[in-house]
């Protein structure tokens, strides 16, 4: 699988960023965006950076690090299947504890969640456009 310095940057230019642009979404300096994609320098960025590339770039941190080639930035997107554990801990127990009200409302709240992402990853695409 491709290091993190080669996808990052395959992914920069595949969406025809230029250092200096990214650098300015990210709030990082072109050289740091540089160094993101040397080999030889081999800097990884902090995990809030990783976050904010990922959002842009609308892709999983794992795939930005070279641990899956699946770019799927969430098996969450899915509207089919259980709640994934993560999204429930706050409910204060495992799934199997909810009873099905419960369930579907945290289905509806997923949805409005994932529908305001998406709004708010549209906006800015055409902002940014």
């Known amino acids: 699988m491709p290091s ?3 996808r990052f940057k395959m992914l920069r ?3 025809k960023l230029t250092q200096d ?3 300015e979404r ?3 300096s072109r050289p740091t965006i540089a160094g993101y994609e040397s080999e030889e320098k081999n800097r ?3 995990e809030d950076t990783l976050h904010k590339i990922a959002d842009i770039f609308d892709v999983s941190i794992d795939y930005l690090l070279g641990r899956t080639d699946d770019p799927s930035p969430s098996a969450a997107k899915t509207s089919e299947g259980p709640i994934p554990g993560v999204y429930i801990a706050w409910l204060g127990g495992p799934p199997e504890t909810m009873d099905e009200e419960e369930a579907e409302h ?3 709240e997923l949805e409005m969640f994932r529908a305001f ?3 708010r990853r549209q ?4 902002k940014d456009n």
């Open 44 to 46: 990884i960025p902090r």
């Open 106 to 108: 945290l289905r509806q």
């Open 26 to 28: 990210i709030g990082v």
């Open 13 to 15: 230019e595949k969406h």
């Open 4 to 6: 993190f310095h080669a």
């Open 21 to 23: 642009q990214m650098a």
């Open 123 to 126: 906006e800015k695409k055409l």
């Open 117 to 119: 992402k998406e709004k």
